[in-house]
């Protein structure tokens, strides 16, 4: 349950902090003593400050009491030998007493009522030594009440004429007086001083505790400060925040939590209500009960809720944590949430888009090796357009209408063929023309079948082409066992005719290394994917010197290393770090996604890509390390 002194931040404004009621009820003797004693006061000293009032009871008090001795003192006058002069001084004590009750009666200051009561007691003091003829009078005890009211009432520089006047009068008047000396003068003198010592004593004791007090005022205006702060740290911020006692009632809230209680329960939250009322939904009241269970045992708990009663969809991130005590028991708890809908729905836009990413880099990886593909096919394809055309060429320029001709000319003179390759002159020059033919025709074939075995080859490697693709694609996604060197070839060979038609010399270095298990179309799509980026580097480079190097090395004895060199144009030291950023190319006509998308198929497989050069027109250096996985690396 809240104290009265609990800031409450609500939706109706911000509960100030109620004054502490200084008229407490006392059980016993003292409610009833101070009841009696505030009867003497004014009203305006009775609703005073409490160091105000306390003094004021002090004050009415001291006067009580000692108009009691001065009534005994009266009584006891005449059955003594004690002057009359000592009475009359009694009476005159008493009716200063009796004056300082009444200006506490009348009055709204305790100034006036408390510096009569010290003059009265030090004039009476004073007068009833000067008029005893014993001198242990001025040496009473009761001297002592000088200083010790003075202080409290007057405080030390109010107090300090009357401390003063009192000891000077009991430590050199009095010995004068009565001629003292030896131990009675020496008693006198150490009177005096004790009535300094309780003064100073006094001003100590109030020093000291109006320098704590100020500590405190300065602490408390501090905490004040401190609480305004997070009072309005908490109305400005957008989350809900709340605290709460051990029993789960309410101490605090700020407006956001207020606002969406009225909307998720339909009642208003107070101070002291449960946070879940019986009015609340019964699967909201479960929840909560296990949640503060758990709470309570000294856990935080951390949960996504969605209120479904909410006019607008909402995720909240709710954290309750408990509130340790200092003897280490938990005495409550906070609660605070977070609205996270729009965290979430960008999650999710974050998670179709990398989805759609995924796709995409299939996609253009898919380009990438197609691309490849149909390069080299086309390029095949020449060859054959070029052998085709040839062919034809050669067929519509063939001898073979001048056999025709000589075969109908033989047809023509069938019967008397003998006279006309004797007689005939155009029979006479058939044999030569038929041998020359002859060569001419051999010649010919001898051309068509080069052409025939060119055109073959083309077709050959364009099913090679195709069929290597095929082969690759129906390993898409699989991890298997193969041998990389056998993989650097296929890709090689996808480019074998670019690289021979541009004078590209490629240069392979190969160590003895075990098979790899990894997946084949990943692994192709990156090499395959660095063997182009080598190609228009080369070619952009302009050298007629054009190398390629690819290397095979095991560099530890669980990772293998693949590394594609080029003496291209280099790559300059301000681009290196975003070589491998999605949409970030050096190419004219590029995407930007080859890198990228190589990058993240390493990174499936467990292996890195990296680049290294140094320089515009240095070349460049890609790298890829793989994972060994088998009995292989085991041994």
């Not at 809720?305 to 006019?311: D, I, N």
């Not at 155009?426 to 023309?433: H, N, S």
Request: hydrophobic share 45%; with cysteine.
């Amino acid at each position: 349950m809240s104290s009265p002194s609990t800031r409450v931040v609500g939706a109706q404004g911000v509960g100030e902090r109620e004054p502490p009621r200084r008229d407490v009820a006392r059980p016993g003797v003292s409610a009833w003593l101070l009841a009696r004693l505030d009867g003497f006061l004014s009203a305006p000293l009775r609703h005073a400050s409490a160091e105000e009032l306390s003094r004021c009871r002090m004050l009415v008090g001291a006067n009580l009491v000692l108009m009691l001795v001065d009534v005994l003192f009266l009584l006891y006058v005449p059955h003594t030998p004690i002057p009359w002069s000592l009475g009359a001084i009694g009476g005159v004590c008493m009716a200063g007493f009796a004056g300082s009750l009444w200006l506490l009666h009348r009055g709204s200051s305790t100034r006036g009522p408390a510096r009569l009561l010290c003059f009265i007691l030090t004039a009476g003091f004073l007068a009833a030594a000067l008029r005893s003829r014993d001198a242990h009078v001025g040496m009473h005890p009761i001297c002592m009440l000088i200083p010790v009211l003075a202080m409290f009432l007057l405080g030390p520089g109010g107090s300090l004429p009357f401390v003063a006047v009192g000891s000077l009068f009991v430590g050199l008047v009095l010995p004068l007086k009565h001629g003292l000396s030896g131990g009675p003068w020496i008693s006198a003198v150490f009177s005096a001083i004790f009535m300094v010592g309780v003064w100073a004593l006094g001003w100590l004791l109030i020093a000291s505790r109006d320098q704590t007090g100020a500590a405190l005022e300065r602490a408390l205006r501090t905490l004040r400060d401190n609480e305004t702060k997070l009072t309005s740290l908490l109305e400005n911020t957008e989350d809900i925040v709340c605290s709460l006692d051990a029993d789960g009632r309410l101490i605090a809230a700020n407006t956001p939590l207020q606002e969406m209680y009225r909307e998720l329960i339909g009642l208003e939250l107070k101070a002291g209500d449960p946070l879940f009322p019986d009015a609340a939904p019964e699967s909201l009241r479960r929840r909560w009960s296990q949640c503060a269970e758990q709470v309570l045992a000294g856990r935080r708990v951390r949960f996504e809720a969605s209120p479904s009663r909410l006019k607008r969809p909402t995720v909240l991130d709710i954290s309750v944590n408990p509130v340790v005590g200092t003897e280490g028991r938990v005495v409550g708890m906070t609660v605070f949430g977070r609205d996270i809908t729009d965290r979430k729905e960008a999650e999710a836009r974050l998670t179709e888009m990398h989805r759609s990413l995924l796709d995409v880099s299939r996609q253009a990886g898919m380009a990438e090796i197609a691309t490849g593909v149909l390069h080299n096919v086309g390029n095949a394809l020449n060859s054959v357009n070029v052998s085709v055309n040839l062919l034809s060429e050669r067929l519509q320029q063939s001898k073979v209408e001048g056999l025709r001709k000589a075969t109908d000319l033989l047809k023509e003179h069938g019967a008397t063929l003998a006279t006309f390759l004797t007689a005939d002159g155009r029979g006479q020059q058939l044999p030569a023309y038929l041998q020359a033919l002859s060569t001419q025709l051999s010649r010919e074939r001898d051309v068509l079948l080069e052409e025939v075995r060119t055109l073959q080859k083309s077709v050959e490697h364009i099913k090679s082409v195709v069929s290597m693709q095929q082969a690759h694609a129906r390993y898409s996604g699989v991890v298997e066992r193969l041998e990389v060197r056998e993989l650097l070839d296929d890709a090689l060979r996808l480019h074998a005719v670019s690289f021979e038609r541009q004078g590209i010399l490629v240069r392979c270095e190969y160590t003895e290394v075990p098979q790899v298990r990894v997946d084949r179309h990943k692994l192709l799509q990156i090499l395959l994917n660095l063997l182009s980026n080598a190609r228009h580097a080369l070619l952009e480079s302009g050298r007629a010197d054009k190398h390629l190097t690819i290397r095979v090395e095991r560099p530890a004895a669980e990772r293998l290393r693949i590394a594609v060199a080029d003496n291209g144009v280099g790559i300059a030291p301000e681009v290196a770090s975003r070589l491998f950023t999605q949409g970030f190319t050096t190419k004219k006509d590029g995407h930007g996604f080859g890198l990228h998308i190589s990058a993240l198929a390493a990174a499936e497989m467990d292996a890195s890509l990296s680049c290294s050069s140094e320089g515009r027109g240095q070349g460049a250096t890609f790298t890829i390390d793989l994972p060994i996985a088998g009995e292989e690396s085991r041994a």
